[in-house]
């Protein structure tokens, strides 16, 4: 218990002589040091909200005004028309001040107003600029001249120098779509999916409740988009993600990878150290707003950072109706798992954070650490994998007092959570399921060595690899992608390691050993967790995930073949699951609104009139120009989709959130409840690469393998692809077991090259939507894109 007895500043002992009081030095100092540090936090807090209040102008700004009136005053004109002689004459204290002092108090508050009127009208004129979406739909390189004013006019008022939120008062609110432009896009992309029978029932459905229900629904998301910040963003974290009883392992959690070709270091507790440290050198620099605001690549435009606020020191709380998101201001620590054990890291020592050598000192202590578990320690992370109801009942029930509630608070205020893993995972040669493994065990593990709750957890393998699981309520992949990618490149371009392997710097040899935390699980507790282990393992095994990197061509020789991307490997998909399962689906892709204040993400339905019909000319044999013609229309179809939804025009969101209108209501709809049951059977989403983090040019082995998630629907694939460079692309494929009509990956598939793609066609006929994708991806830019010049 002595980890336990450091934490107290005094001691005392009643005895026959009287009190023996002893205080605790270390103890007092650390408590000090805490203060300060946080009182340090408050203040930069609060500078930070002074400029950020006053964006895009500056506090210095101030003083320039009142010099240019209090000049303008001198060379006795009135810049104020007469305002600062009836500020002072109704001065409250004019009768005690000199008429020179009152002359200098009423200028000083005409230039604070004219300022803050200044202030406002930039900001006003700044969020109606930001309101301007035409020039995502020009023709890429034909820019128009209201564009190019634009473009000017958006960095004139952009101000110098943002911090990270300093753009959240000027960003514009998500606007509500016409009820009928949302109605007629869904018919639109339900078409494909229907027989003439069935398009003409949905049709009626539709007409029926545009013209009455809808109309009533809207006035009330209409007046609710006046009130809120955004319409979207509150119902849909707690509709979509917190009141789902389901388990969130696989099913909502989502992981990411590390480098691919390289190991900084194949020891596992100094990975862990120069990792952990990067990660508290980006809270601190996300604490200051020292990080760049997120823009549109290749432009000026501004995106949403709030989803930044809850990245550290945040957990889910599991309740029987619904779950919460908890986040504290601030944590010290992080909480560690270990062979079935918990121990909480400080990371800070005399208010210093500590180096990444002291942090490995640390975490070897834990590996060597050869203390058994606490009856029921070992595997109690499975009720954060299991459903959520019994999770809730036995918080409630065995965590809410005593020693049970004291280690369980400790885990849900740490920074983030850590998981040693006692395996090896990363790729090995000539072994292409060992990607699949890995995958696997950073989406779900052994279902008990995580806590899924956490905002993130960081897993740390035996042999030096790393990964990353990411719950996802609190935030989209991107924001957690972006502090992944961030300590990927610290780890190794600024951090480094010696000779040996192990992180740089020095130890204090006065550093406390980590703390163990103590448990009291009952039997019935233990039961408890036997039974969600039990669901969680049964949803793990039914998952089936293959990852593999396409190493033909990259996003380079796409765009020569002038078309997107992201549009080329859409209509690859979407040719892959209709020769995969003979039919089309409604297809999830995810796009982002964070050109709007508070947004989050919107869907763009990647099977449309366009695709389908590209899809059904290739597979009926029609001529190359006809098919490359129609590749073209679909793949422009499919940017703009993409570009509406950006610019909240899309579908999904606005039916959502007038179906959630309509329960609040009491009001059946069957258009909207048939609407709200389409099953997503394809969901697809692109990994974001942030390239001004790497150099993939002159390193190209430093580069990640991406991230995935499990399959939407128990009869469906999900897919995430990311652009690695100009010359890569890596998939990650899931699906389940448990389907007979979905199959991501055959055991013991050989790497990929222009050498075996007979032995790919031949796995692309029998069924295998993996070599699908890439037999098809190479015959697509072959033989159907426009011919690149």
Not at 182 to 205: N, Y
Not at 597 to 609: L, Q
Request: hydrophobic residues 35%.
């Amino acid at each position: 218990m002595a980890e336990a007895h450091q934490a107290v500043a005094f001691q005392f002992t009643v005895t026959r002589e009287g009190i023996d009081l002893r205080l605790s030095h270390q103890a007092f100092t650390e408590i000090y040091l805490s203060g300060v540090r946080s009182w340090k936090k408050r203040i930069i807090g609060l500078k930070n909200s002074v400029v950020t209040g006053v964006y895009p102008a500056s506090p210095s700004s101030w003083l320039f005004v009142v010099i240019a009136i209090l000049a303008t005053m001198y060379t006795r004109s009135d810049p104020s028309m007469g305002l600062i002689a009836k500020i002072q004459e109704n001065l409250p204290v004019s009768q005690s001040m000199s008429n020179q002092c009152q002359t200098l108090v009423s200028a000083l508050l005409f230039s604070t107003m004219l300022w803050l009127l200044l202030i406002f009208t930039m900001r006003m004129c700044l969020k109606q600029l930001l309101s301007y979406h035409r020039w995502m739909f020009e023709k890429h390189g034909k820019m128009s001249t209201t564009t190019k004013v634009w473009v000017a006019l958006v960095r004139i008022f952009s101000g110098r120098k943002p911090l990270l939120y300093s753009y959240q008062g000027s960003l514009p609110n998500l606007p509500v779509p016409a009820i009928k432009d949302t109605v007629k896009r869904h018919l639109e992309s339900v078409r494909p999916l229907m027989d003439d029978t069935e398009f003409e029932r949905m049709t009626q459905l539709a007409s029926e409740f545009e013209s009455t229900l809808g109309n009533r629904l809207q006035w009330y998301l209409k007046l609710k988009a006046l009130w809120a910040t955004n319409y979207v963003s509150d119902w849909w974290e707690e509709y979509v993600y917190l009141r789902g009883r389901s388990p969130i392992m696989v099913n909502s959690n989502y992981y990411g990878m590390d480098f691919m070709y390289v190991t900084p270091t194949p020891i596992q507790a100094a990975r862990a150290g120069n990792s952990l440290h990067a990660h508290f050198l980006y809270r601190r620099k996300l604490n200051k707003e020292e990080l760049r605001p997120t823009r549109i690549p290749g432009t000026v435009i501004p995106l949403c950072s709030a989803q930044c606020e809850r990245l550290f020191n945040s957990t889910r709380i599991p309740g029987e109706e619904t779950d919460t998101v908890q986040h504290w201001q601030d944590s010290d620590y992080i909480a560690v798992y270990h062979n079935g054990r918990y121990f909480r890291l400080r990371m800070y020592q005399a208010g210093r954070l500590l180096s990444p050598r002291e942090i490995e000192t640390q975490i070897q202590r834990i590996l060597d650490d050869p203390s058994a578990p606490s009856t029921g320690e070992a595997k109690l992370g499975a009720l954060t994998a299991g459903d959520r109801i019994p999770w809730a009942e036995a918080r409630m029930k065995y965590f809410s007092s005593g020693v049970n509630k004291r280690s369980l608070d400790c885990i849900e205020k740490a920074a983030f959570f850590v998981s040693l893993d006692d395996e090896e995972q990363g790729v090995i040669a000539d072994d292409p399921a060992s990607l699949d493994a890995y995958a696997k065990s950073l989406l779900h593990g052994k279902c008990y060595d995580r806590w899924f709750d956490k905002s993130f957890t960081v897993i740390f393998y035996k042999n030096g690899k790393m990964g990353v699981n990411g719950e996802h309520s609190w935030a989209d992949a991107p924001v957690l992608s972006h502090l992944w990618q961030q300590t990927l490149s610290t780890d190794c371009f600024q951090l480094g390691y010696n000779a040996e392997g192990h992180c740089k710097g020095e130890v204090d040899s006065s550093l406390p050993p980590p703390q163990k935390l103590s448990w009291e699980i009952s039997p019935e507790c233990e039961e408890q967790i036997s039974q969600s282990l039990a669901v969680a393992q049964a949803l793990a095994d039914d998952v089936d995930i293959h990852v593999f990197a396409y190493q033909e061509f990259g996003k380079g020789r796409i765009k020569k073949c002038r078309v997107s991307p992201d549009a080329f490997i859409q209509m690859v998909l979407q040719l892959a699951y209709y020769r995969d399962q003979r039919r089309f689906c409604l297809t999830y892709e995810a796009s982002m609104t964070r050109l709007f204040k508070e947004g989050r993400t919107e869907t763009v339905r990647s099977c449309s009139n366009e695709s389908s019909a590209f899809v059904r000319a290739l597979e009926n044999g029609e001529p190359s120009h006809v098919c490359r013609h129609l590749f073209q229309e679909a793949s422009e179809k499919h940017q703009n989709l993409y570009r509406l939804a950006m610019t909240g025009s899309g579908i999904d969101r606005h039916l959502f959130c007038l179906y959630v209108v309509s329960k609040y209501l009491g009001v059946e709809s069957p258009f909207l409840k048939e609407v709200l049951s389409e099953p997503w059977r394809l969901s697809t989403s692109q990994s974001p690469m942030h390239v001004k983090i790497f150099d993939i040019v002159n390193h190209p082995e430093y580069v990640s393998c991406g991230g995935g998630f499990g399959p939407v629907a128990d009869d469906g694939y999900g897919v995430s692809y990311s652009f690695m460079g100009d010359n890569k692309l890596n998939f990650h494929i899931s699906c389940k077991h448990s389907c007979p009509e979905t199959v991501s990956s055959i055991k013991g598939v050989m790497q990929y090259n222009k050498k075996n793609l007979l032995y790919i066609f031949k796995l692309h006929l029998k069924g295998t939507f993996h070599a699908k994708i890439y037999f098809l991806m190479y015959f697509m830019h072959k033989h159907v894109s426009p011919v690149c010049q």
